[in-house]
């Protein structure tokens, strides 16, 4: 059996991609906007190694199996396909026509992957040293690759576009906004911004609402990116962000805390601990903007230690339904006040960043090599799909310390803008 009949038989007749493999078969309509190309016979050994998404993604890093057209496509396309489709007697006969071989030849992972064992030597999940390489892994990348692919905002995180035309700097300048309005900054009040990335909530708070703002951040390289393009916009009189353990903050006493895109990071476990220490830092009246990726429902894992997203992109990442994240909220003591899932606004926001990253793409291959350059194309494409049928999702949750005697400092009926 060729190569091209085991495509078919995988993926049905009906699919709308081309084939074609180093053994001269080929599947699929020749006019499909999507063409798998599979170069080798390590390809197979990735797949037939570790069947499904880790052994496709792998062939794919190493540049085994070439996509030609768009990945988002591609995965769409194949999105609902699995090896449970296949009856038992077509898969034994696809075992026996690739023989043993594939399983026998010895295939390296692609330097992109993250060892577990590594990871192990660094201490429990969670602990600092550990969450600091895991955190190095995924953002000290060249922030060079990141303005390509983020745009001038270098915003990271999910953007909310006020029109389905606006454009994605449009949309992240909304995003911080809403996040201001929300914690109802004003001149004068003190911000502590965990997780800054680049300082973009910090500078829109800076620039826009006279707020003092700190933020804090693990990748060095965001540090220093974000101190530099504070100076730059004369900012540092208001702005600071430090390459600082969110935990190490020792200043309390703030108006409010946003957390834009760490909650991801830091584990089921350590929930209670992590609201724990944000209400300690909030003023009685303080609030707190947690806005996260999260599940659609407390019936999944919240870490899955084998998947592509896992070994590739987010080492132990985490994540929760909003309704944990909000019991956990008000077990610590916060009051909560506003909630909104932000879903569809995170799949337009990945198809901006895909879209810059194919402008870029030759530079962004010069710049982090092939491998690297190819994770994020699948990974981001493969999030795209994951938010439009709702795999994952994306909240915001606003939450507040009350007064000693019940006090929130919300307005009865604020003027809401906000969804």
Known sequence: MRLAQIFEKIVGSEANVEFAAYDGSKAGPSDAAVRIEVKSPIAVAYLAQSPGEMGLARAYIAGHIDVHGDMYTLLSEMAQITLNDMPMKEKIAVARSLGVKPLLMRVPLPAQEVRQSALARLGSRHAKQRDAEAIHHHYDVSNRFYEWVLGPSMAYTCAVFPEDGSSLEEAQYAKFDLVARK????????????????????????????????????????????????????????????????????????????????????????????????????????????????????????????????????????????????REMEDIGFEIRHEENLREHYAKTLEGWCANLDAHWDEAVTEVGQGTARVWRLYMAGCIVGFERNKVQLHQVLGVKLGKNGESGVALRPSLDWP
């Open 183 to 326: 914690l109802d900054l004003k001149p004068g009040m003190r911000l502590l911004d965990v997780g800054c990335g680049w300082g973009g909530m910090v500078m829109h708070a800076a620039k826009e609402y006279g707020v003092k703002a700190v933020g804090v951040t693990l990748s060095r390289q965001q540090a220093e990116w974000a101190q530099k393009a504070i100076a730059e916009a004369g900012l540092s009189e208001l702005a600071e962000v430090r390459h600082l353990d969110y935990r190490d903050v020792a200043e309390g006493d703030f108006d409010a805390v946003s957390s834009i895109g760490l909650t991801e990071h830091i584990g089921k476990d350590q929930l209670p601990g992590y609201f724990r220490f944000l209400y300690g830092k909030l003023k009685p009246g303080g609030r707190l903007l947690n806005h996260c990726i999260t599940r659609p429902t407390g019936t999944e894992r919240t870490i899955n230690k084998g998947g592509f997203i896992n070994r590739y992109v987010f080492p132990d990442g985490e994540l929760e339904s909003v309704g944990h994240l909000i």
